[in-house]
């Protein structure tokens, strides 16, 4: 079972930035992409990126512009750049492995979270 840990959180201003690391135990575990999602006070978690093994980044339209995900997969770490961060970014951010599986399933694990507080 893979494990992760989220760092880089914390508070700052509008118009800040932040950068968020995530270590993964095994990364070619994550043999689909590994990402990062955040969740909002009584809301769902929500995706706001992900970056395959080839290096494809995908973003939420919310972030796209603003976030930029890269990772390190010889050290087994994972990164979110966050500029031009917002009171809306508020969240408890998470990383994320994606594993897909022979069946075509694709299977997700989790970090314990790391808080952003973006204060206007």
């Known amino acids: 079972q893979v494990q992760l840990q989220e760092s880089g959180g914390g508070s700052v201003q509008a118009g800040g930035s932040l950068k968020l690391s995530c270590i993964v135990s095994?990364?070619?575990?994550?043999?689909?992409?590994m990402g990062w999602s955040r969740q909002f006070p009584g809301k769902e978690r929500e995706f706001v990126s992900r970056?395959?093994?080839?290096?494809?980044?995908r973003y939420a339209e919310s972030v796209k512009g603003r976030f930029d995900i890269s990772q390190d997969r010889s050290k087994n770490t994972l990164w979110l750049q966050m500029n031009a961060l917002e009171p809306e970014d508020t969240a408890m951010y998470y990383c994320?492995?994606?594993?897909?599986?022979?069946?075509?399933?694709?299977?997700?694990?989790w970090g314990q979270g790391t808080q952003v507080s973006v204060s206007s």
């Open positions: 095994e990364a070619s575990f994550c043999t689909y992409a």
């Open positions: 970056i395959e093994t080839d290096n494809h980044k």
């Open positions: 994320r492995c994606e594993r897909r599986l022979w069946t075509g399933h694709i299977d997700t694990f």
